[in-house]
């Protein structure tokens, strides 16, 4: 079997998507996630783009130190010289320039010639390579442009010290076939292909991402560029967990596999989705509710006989088996240590304090508590950690047939005030979210709303995750609580603070990062 490497790129291009912007200490958390899911590369994010990306790419790379960490830079000196600062702690760091080549590009984004973008490759990878030995090149819309110029485009930065190069389809137009024979098109021409590493980078817009990375694959592609449920930019890009288990299943097929813990995939998924606030639909390939359901009599049938009959992957595999029940009210401090302990947790003394408080809460409404609740109070605690302008303490509502719903919220603010109001409104929900609105004072539209239960079972924990919308930007929210009031106010204030703590997409927290990301000459990513 050949080794095909995952570059995961959730925590840059992933957090391009709209409303799924990342705190640092989300960042942090997804990047260890990623590294027990033991992906090759973590793109960390663009460090010339916002001083917020800096801090995450340099915290990443100090932090996370068995695997590579890559910072994505623009051609220019002084972006690469940025980049290779955030960078240049990691035990394994890669630095990643991109550069267009397709004449749209050039013509309307560049305004520059072919020969320009020639001798900016040699000179941004041959500046890179003063710093580092690892740098991987990106022809930006690859897929769009003329095939021989990105093939010499390509040979010069391997002439000048790129270690990998990178193949994007960047505006998800490519069809598998036509990929798989330009991705052999390009490796036959370019010089020095051999020596390196040949990545490939697809977005979903046509809904062909994984299908064209895997054909790449099947062409000798040796890198894949992807993202935790297909998340980024647009439409998203390759699905990480579609693409691990595609190659693991039909290794009979592309004669290659990857080195992740695939049993990983399930949690790594739900940590993304709940961070960005992104719902996994429920028919999504490998880790959807319903990816292992049988509904139909014919199908349960067989699979009563034997599972493989309509099975062709064990859900354990991906981590989606049932969950074992771990913990009861009884259970002490040191039985929830070792459970958070053995499945991968390390939390501050303050954080674990806080979860313990939350279970015995939980324990005292819920019979048992499994593995799947333990990382819902665990996120759920973790994300009252970071820095919030409002936490939330207290919400009560009351409502019932004939009646008008009304509810009373009391919120701390950053400066440790104490404030409380009451609202009516429609519904319960929106009777918090009135009494809420009152103290906090933000305008804004709610645009999504929904409710997942963790596990079966009418004293279940309800997940609520939610999207706003304020001068034009998006945000998103999400809570836990085996009562759904209380996670939606939680899903609300969460969404609030993120507003406030300037995370929409295209939102720079300060003047200074509104004019990096003016001048990065990257736009558009
Ligand atoms: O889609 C794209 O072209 C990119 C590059 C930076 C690789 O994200
Ligand atoms: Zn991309």
Same mark, same amino acid.
């Given at each position: 079997m050949?080794?095909v490497?995952?570059f995961?790129?959730?925590?840059?291009?992933?957090?391009?998507?709209a409303?799924g912007?990342?705190?640092?200490?989300?960042?942090?958390?997804?990047g260890?996630?990623l590294a027990?899911l033991n992906?090759d590369?973590i793109?960390a994010?663009?460090p010339f #783009?916002?001083p917020?990306? =800096?801090r @995450?790419? $340099?915290?990443?790379?100090?932090e &996370?130190?068995? !695997?590579e960490?890559?910072?994505?830079?623009g051609?220019?000196?002084?972006?690469?010289?940025?980049?290779w600062d955030a960078?240049?702690?990691a035990a394994?760091p890669?630095?990643?320039?991109v550069i267009s080549t397709?004449?749209?590009?050039?013509q309307?984004q560049l305004?520059?010639?072919?020969e320009?973008?020639?001798?900016?490759?040699?000179?941004s990878v041959?500046?890179?390579?003063?710093l #580092?030995?690892?740098?991987? =090149?990106? @022809?930006? $819309?690859?897929?769009?442009?003329? &095939?021989?110029? !990105?093939?010499?485009?390509?040979?010069a930065?391997?002439e000048?010290?790129?270690?990998?190069?990178?193949?994007?389809?960047?505006?998800?137009?490519?069809?598998?076939?036509e990929?798989?024979?330009?991705?052999?098109?390009?490796?036959?021409q370019t010089r020095?292909?051999?020596?390196?590493?040949?990545s490939?980078?697809?977005?979903?817009d046509?809904?062909?991402?994984?299908?064209n990375?895997?054909a790449?694959?099947?062409e000798?592609? @040796?890198?894949?560029?992807c993202?935790?449920?297909?998340?980024?930019e647009?439409a998203?890009?390759?699905?990480l967990?579609?693409?691990v288990?595609?190659l693991?299943?039909?290794g009979?097929?592309?004669?290659?596999?990857t080195?992740?813990?695939?049993t990983?995939?399930?949690?790594?998924?739900?940590l993304?989705s709940?961070?960005m606030?992104?719902?996994?639909?429920?028919?999504?390939a490998?880790i959807?509710?319903?990816?292992?359901a049988?509904a139909?009599?014919?199908h349960?049938d067989?699979?009563l006989?034997?599972?493989?009959t309509?099975?062709i992957m064990?859900?354990?595999?991906?981590?989606?088996d049932?969950?074992?029940?771990?913990?009861g009210?009884t259970?002490g401090?040191?039985?929830?240590r070792?459970?958070?302990?053995?499945?991968?947790?390390?939390l501050?003394?303050?954080?674990?304090?806080?979860?313990?408080q939350?279970?015995?809460?939980?324990?005292?409404?819920?019979?048992?508590?499994t593995d799947?609740?333990?990382?819902?109070?665990?996120?759920?605690?973790q994300?009252r950690?970071?820095?919030?302008?409002?936490e939330?303490?207290?919400?009560?509502?009351s409502?019932?047939?004939g009646?008008?719903?009304?509810a009373?919220v009391?919120l701390?603010?950053?400066d440790?005030?104490?404030?409380?109001?009451?609202g009516?409104?429609?519904?319960p929900v929106?009777?918090i979210?009135?009494?809420?609105n009152?103290?906090?004072?933000?305008?804004?539209q709610?645009?999504?709303?929904?409710?997942n239960?963790?596990?079966?079972?009418?004293?279940?924990i309800?997940e609520v995750?939610?999207?706003i919308?304020?001068?034009g930007?998006?945000?998103s929210g999400h809570?836990?609580d085996?009562?759904?009031l209380?996670a939606?106010a939680?899903?609300?204030?969460?969404?609030?603070?993120?507003?406030?703590?300037?995370?929409?997409?295209?939102?720079?927290t300060?003047?200074e990062?509104t004019?990096?990301?003016?001048?990065?000459?990257v736009?558009g990513?």
């Open positions: 050949r080794n490497r995952i995961d790129t959730t925590l840059r291009d992933g957090e391009q998507a409303g912007a990342l705190t640092i200490d989300e960042k942090l958390e997804i260890r996630q027990r992906v590369v793109e994010g663009f #783009t916002s917020g990306d =800096f @995450a790419v $340099d915290l990443l790379a100090r &996370l130190r068995n !695997v960490v890559a910072g994505l830079s051609f220019k000196r002084e972006q690469i010289d940025t980049t960078l240049k702690a394994r890669l630095l990643h320039i397709s004449d749209i590009h050039l309307h305004h520059e010639r072919r320009v973008v020639l001798d900016l490759t040699r000179d041959g500046h890179a390579r003063t #580092t030995d690892h740098i991987e =090149f990106s @022809a930006m $819309d690859a897929t769009r442009s003329d &095939l021989d110029f !990105v093939s010499e485009v390509f040979s930065a391997i000048s010290g790129a270690t990998v190069v990178n193949f994007p389809d960047t505006v998800g137009y490519a069809q598998p076939a990929f798989a024979e330009m991705v052999r098109y390009v490796m036959d020095g292909i051999e020596d390196v590493v040949l490939v980078h697809c977005h979903d046509l809904g062909q991402a994984v299908a990375s895997l790449a694959v099947k000798g592609a @040796a890198q894949v560029e993202t935790i449920n297909g998340v980024g647009r998203g890009n390759a699905s967990e579609e693409i288990m595609a693991r299943t039909r009979d097929y592309f004669a290659a596999d080195r992740l813990v695939s990983e995939l399930a949690r790594s998924s739900r993304v709940n961070y606030g992104m719902v996994v639909p429920p028919n999504k490998v959807g509710a319903n990816a292992f049988h139909s009599g014919l349960q067989g699979m006989k034997e599972r493989t309509y099975e064990d859900p354990s595999d991906v981590g989606l049932e969950s074992s029940i771990v913990l009210k259970s401090r040191h039985a929830f070792d459970r958070l302990k053995r499945m991968g947790y390390r501050a003394d303050d954080e674990f304090q806080a979860a313990f939350a279970f015995k809460e939980i324990a005292d409404r819920k019979k048992t508590i799947r609740d333990l990382e819902a109070i665990v996120q759920n605690e994300r950690a970071f820095h919030q302008t409002f939330l303490l207290h919400v009560q509502v409502t019932g047939t009646a008008m719903p009304t009373t009391r701390r603010s950053d440790g005030e104490e404030h409380v109001d009451a009516i409104g429609t519904g929106d009777a979210y009135q009494a809420i009152r103290l906090v004072k933000v305008p804004n709610l645009t999504e709303f929904s409710i239960s963790v596990t079966e079972g009418i004293d279940a309800g995750t939610i999207r919308e304020s001068n930007k998006t945000f809570g836990a085996t009562d759904i209380v939606s939680q899903a609300y204030v969460n969404a609030l603070n993120r507003l406030m703590a300037g995370l929409g997409k295209g939102w720079s300060t003047p990062a004019l990096l990301a003016d001048a990065s000459g736009p990513i």
